[in-house]
């Protein structure tokens, strides 16, 4: 069971990215998606979820209006196009499968599967 995560780098503050996350597994079109980071010292937060017909967002605070969620069944990917970046989003990004996950102030509970993080550097 794979999630790879890619599309981070260095960009400066303004700027824009998207992180893609693919899928080895085909039951991961049936399940909500997300993306969640960490920052050196923070806990991982949540950024933003997508249910699995992809007709529902959640999204942080922090990135609302900045970042957009999206996926293609078809492709088996999530992506996160973020745009108007700040240092303060610098973090390492993790995209994450759930199969029964749920959102609740301001945070998607239940993810099940994880992948490995791309790191995202925002410079001031």
């Known amino acids: 069971v794979q999630l790879q995560a890619s599309g981070g780098g260095l960009v400066q503050a303004g700027g824009s990215l998207r992180l893609s996350c693919a899928s080895s597994?085909?039951?991961?079109?049936?399940?909500?998606k997300g993306w969640f980071r960490q920052a050196p010292g923070k806990e991982r937060e949540f950024v933003a979820a997508i249910n699995w017909s992809g007709d529902t967002t959640y999204y942080a605070d922090s990135v609302k209006g900045r970042f957009t969620i999206s996926r293609d069944n078809a492709k088996n990917t999530v992506s996160l196009q973020m745009v108007s970046l700040k240092p303060e989003d610098t973090a390492v990004y993790y995209c994450a499968a759930s199969s029964s996950g749920h959102y609740r102030d301001g945070f998607y509970y239940g993810m099940d599967y994880w992948g490995k993080g791309t790191q995202v550097t925002v410079s001031s």
């Open positions: 597994e085909r039951m991961f079109s049936t399940y909500a």
